[in-house]
């Protein structure tokens, strides 16, 4: 099983203090010197107050932060999770993606979901209330846009005749698509066109924030399972990534041993990856904390 270093940014409630010039090319070179697979950023381009003060974050606009670390790193995957589809037209999102990969040496994964902030979407511009059906048609138009071809494609959200995207991605037919979250239409999602799934444990209160549904860790198997079988049906590879992320805890150490005590039946449930979420408040805490998960989980097998 592999880990993945989740940077969160604005979670850090004084990240202004401490995150400045080159300080995230330094997290992404301390993640992949201890074993981390993947680093990760979110996606919150202009979030409402109300949400803000209601325990929401800020953050960097995920392409330019994960190219700050693609640039001081070789090995470690970048992922952005998660991009709300929405929030950009997809020949916009595949033009980034495509450019990221290609200079990262094929190292991203587009980790995408649906998106739950209504106020956001409205300040910005984008659809809400028909975010899903949008959703489902950007995955193919970005998948279409990195074959380098020309597209002639229809549809009710994102025709278009006669355009060609290069320079093309270096992963090909481009870089893997993991889509976040725990509902039905996720879940559909990862069986019918893409190549990952990104689900969260939520409890009851998490739920009604995140509008997703409820998740417990034992519940993982089952919902894989389901995915699998649904690959299987529609002649697609039965295998596929999970990157499951656990209720953050309060510090390392203690997100250590519990992540020590899940790993072996992660895995078993068919969970390939976990993510972990940066609680840290200033840099030092930050590179000691990718310190000590390094070193306390590559023992049991995590890291990769």
């Avoid at 080159?22 to 992949?32: D, Q």
């Amino acid at each position: 099983m592999k880990l993945n270093y989740q940077f969160a940014t604005g979670a850090v409630k004084h990240w202004e203090t401490w995150i400045g010039a080159h300080e995230f090319a330094e997290i992404a070179v301390a993640a992949e010197a201890n074993g981390f697979d993947v680093v990760s950023t979110t996606d919150h381009p202009f979030p409402s107050e109300d949400w803000l003060v209601g325990g929401g974050h800020h953050s960097f606009d995920p392409f330019v932060a994960l190219s700050f670390m693609a640039a001081a790193t070789s090995r470690i995957r970048l992922l952005t999770f998660i991009l709300v589809a929405g929030y950009r037209n997809p020949f916009t999102t595949a033009k980034s993606a495509a450019s990221l990969d290609l200079l990262s040496g094929g190292r991203l994964v587009v980790g995408m979901g649906a998106g739950y902030q209504a106020n956001e979407f409205e300040v910005l511009g984008a659809s809400f209330d028909d975010r899903g059906p949008r959703f489902d048609e950007a995955i193919v138009a970005m998948q279409q846009a990195w074959t380098g071809e020309v597209i002639d494609r229809d549809g009710p959200f994102f025709p278009a005749h006669g355009h060609r995207m290069l320079p093309r991605p270096t992963q090909r037919p481009g870089p893997p698509i993991w889509i976040g979250g725990n509902s039905k239409a996720s879940i559909r999602r990862v069986a019918e066109v893409a190549d990952g799934w990104l689900p969260f444990e939520q409890s009851a209160a998490m739920s009604a924030i995140t509008n997703t549904p409820q998740l417990q860790t034992g519940q993982l198997a089952e919902r894989i399972a389901q995915i699998r079988d649904r690959r299987i049906a529609l002649g697609r590879p039965a295998d596929f990534e999970v990157c499951f992320t656990p209720t953050a805890r309060r510090d390392a150490d203690e997100m250590a041993d519990t992540l020590g005590e899940q790993i072996g039946p992660l895995s078993e449930a068919g969970v390939t990856h976990i993510s972990v979420e940066s609680k840290t408040r200033s840099m030092d805490a930050c590179l000691a904390e990718i310190e000590l998960l390094g070193t306390r989980l590559a023992g049991v097998g995590t890291t990769g």
